[in-house]
């Protein structure tokens, strides 16, 4: 008899990244993960050059001084901060916490693929929701809960489709569902978001003891190779994380890199002001071109080309020029590619090829 995991782990399918490599192609501009265009915050790299001196000591277990950054900079309780291993780490262990056989997870239909690995992983049943234009919707949302329901998880902004959710509704939906249910608001690209209504979680985490906001340094800090995220949630739900988590499952060098980025002067600023500038630029190119862009208020864009076979030789034909973007067919978005806004240069290139693919 050969070993055998739980029967639920053999349904996972391994998650698949952007791709980095493209045969027979030297220079390679990678617009598939949402990584910020600008390389690390300097500050970072000084830091963690710094902590690699002190690679033979265990990291602090208890995250004090990242959490106390953190907690600093966005005027949240340290107390109620967990770091995880990126975000991945955190919603994964929440799933697993609360979720598990017997149980349902609710989802929207292109919501991020983790949850419904990561629930699977737990053996809950995932249901997703359709959507209405690319849109969660409240509503079919709340409906969807049943009895043995145990979690809703929602991204806002959504990756991959770039919407936003109003306030409003994040409001409702959490009115809508009963009160142990928990909701996990993944606000992996809030630093992006520009309407003032916009609240990535915390006034719904403060609200009560059944909702969960997590955060990511990937994605606009920069800092995806360094994997630190976290984390914010009533005290119920942050005693559930501390004990399941690994008890030093940040590395040191990770954590110093996060301290000395939320000290980057204007990093945000400057980031958020270049993303705006060339998620416009960027959609206005491609509508111009007759290519249909999704209102994105993510680092990213979702381009629909209107067949899967059209979207298939747009790939194609960026990859020949060495621009890797993402396709989204496991998303059930098979028309689609999506688009992380890169640098001035690097969006300049993307328009200029699909330029080049639709006049030929
Ligand atoms: C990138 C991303 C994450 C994961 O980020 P890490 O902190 O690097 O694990 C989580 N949620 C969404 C929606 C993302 O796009």
């Given at each position: 008899?050969?070993?055998?995991p ?10 698949v990244g952007?791709?980095s490599?493209v ?16 390389g690390?915050?300097?500050?970072s790299v000084?830091?963690v050059?710094?902590?690699a ?6 990291p602090?277990g208890?995250?004090t001084a ?6 600093r900079?966005?005027?949240?309780d340290?107390a109620?901060i ?9 919603l ?10 017997g ?6 239909a292109?919501g991020?693929?983790m ?8 053996g809950s049943?995932v249901?997703?929701v359709?959507?209405k234009?690319?849109?969660?919707d409240?509503d079919?949302l709340i409906a969807?809960?049943?009895p043995r329901?145990r979690l809703v ?7 991959p489709?770039g919407?936003l959710?109003p306030?409003?509704?994040?409001n409702r ?5 009963r ?5 996990i608001?993944?606000?992996?690209y809030a630093?992006?978001?520009e ?6 979680g915390?006034a719904l ?7 969960v906001m997590t955060r ?11 994997r ?10 942050i ?8 008890p030093f499952n940040?590395s040191?060098?990770?954590?110093a ?15 958020v002001?270049?993303n ?8 206005e190119?491609?509508?111009?071109l ?7 208020h993510?680092?990213?864009l979702l381009a ?7 979207a298939?030789a747009a ?7 060495g ?7 496991s ?6 590619l ?17 330029t080049d693919?639709?006049?030929?």
């Open positions: 008899m050969p070993v055998t739980r029967p639920s782990i053999l349904a996972v399918e391994p998650y952007g791709e490599k045969p027979g192609v030297n220079r390679i501009v990678k617009l598939s993960s949402n990584e910020g265009p600008f690390p915050p300097p500050a000084a830091a050059a710094e902590a001196r002190e690679a033979h000591r265990y602090d208890g995250a990242i959490r106390e950054a953190i907690g900079h966005h005027g949240l340290p109620r967990v770091v995880g291993n990126g975000s991945d780490e955190l994964a262990l929440l799933i697993l916490a609360y979720g598990g056989e149980t349902e997870l609710v989802m929207s292109h991020f693929l949850y419904e690995l990561s629930g699977t992983w737990a049943r249901i997703k359709p959507e234009n690319l849109m969660a409240v079919d969807a809960c049943g329901t998880i929602l991204a806002n902004p959504n990756n489709t919407a959710l306030q409003g509704e994040v939906l959490r009115a809508g569902l009160e142990d249910i928990l909701l608001l993944d606000s992996a630093e992006y978001v309407d003032p209504d916009y609240d990535p915390q985490v403060d609200a009560g003891n059944n909702t990511t340094f990937s994605k606009v800090w920069g800092l995806g190779g360094m630190l995220g976290w984390a914010y949630g009533p005290a119920n739900v005693d559930v994380l501390n004990r399941v988590r690994g940040v040191a060098p990770a954590m890199a996060g301290i000395a980025a939320l000290s980057e002067p204007d990093w945000v600023k400057k980031s002001a270049h705006t500038e060339w998620r416009g630029r960027m959609t190119g491609l509508s111009k007759g290519i249909k862009v999704h209102p994105s993510g680092n990213f629909d080309f209107g067949d899967a076979a059209k298939k790939d194609a034909h960026l990859r020949s020029r621009l890797i973007v993402r396709a989204v067919a998303y059930n978005l098979p028309n689609c999506r688009i992380t806004i890169g640098t001035a240069e690097e969006c300049q290139m993307v328009l200029d090829a699909l693919f639709r006049h030929g």
